[in-house]
């Protein structure tokens, strides 16, 4: 992901790297997907659009998270890294952890499309860490993301 104030003109630059090199993926803010997928459509070797959900600590309600990744997915992302809520977490609702994880993996996958979760590692003790894993086992998304010890 790159950071808050990039360009359009980084982006293009981000894309045709991704191309050249035959990346995976390239992320980009929500802001860039539409143009970073009309970028990438015309390669022969297609990355594919990665976009973030809830950046950065995930606090914006389930309501909004799952609108931002049906207007992702319909603007040409592949790929959803959805942060998962910090303040949830951090407070041990579980069940309101489950819904979310639950609705954003089923509300991806339907569409075919890849969700990776993204747990702020560096903010959560052990048995926080341990006990969001054991529920996304459950809900099985594609990847489960850590943030870089702090």
């Not at 979310?100 to 890849?114: F, P, R, S, Y």
């Amino acid at each position: 992901m790159v950071g808050q104030d990039i360009t359009r003109t980084a982006i293009c630059q981000y894309c045709s790297e991704a191309q050249q090199y035959q990346f995976a993926s390239v992320c980009v803010p929500p802001y860039f997907v539409s143009e970073a997928a009309k970028l990438l459509e015309t390669s022969s070797h297609q990355p594919a659009v990665c976009t973030v959900v809830g950046f950065p600590m995930g606090y914006s309600s389930l309501v909004s998270k799952l609108e931002e990744v049906k207007r992702a997915i319909g603007e040409g992302a592949s790929e959803i890294d959805a942060v998962l809520n910090l303040c949830a977490i951090r407070n041990g609702d579980w069940t309101y952890l489950c819904n979310e994880m639950d609705a954003l993996v089923l509300n991806t996958h339907i569409k075919g499309k890849v969700i990776k979760l993204i747990l702020e590692t560096a903010l959560l003790t052990e048995i926080e860490i341990a006990q969001v894993a054991k529920i996304a086992l459950e809900f099985q998304p594609d990847f489960l993301k850590t943030s870089p010890v702090g």
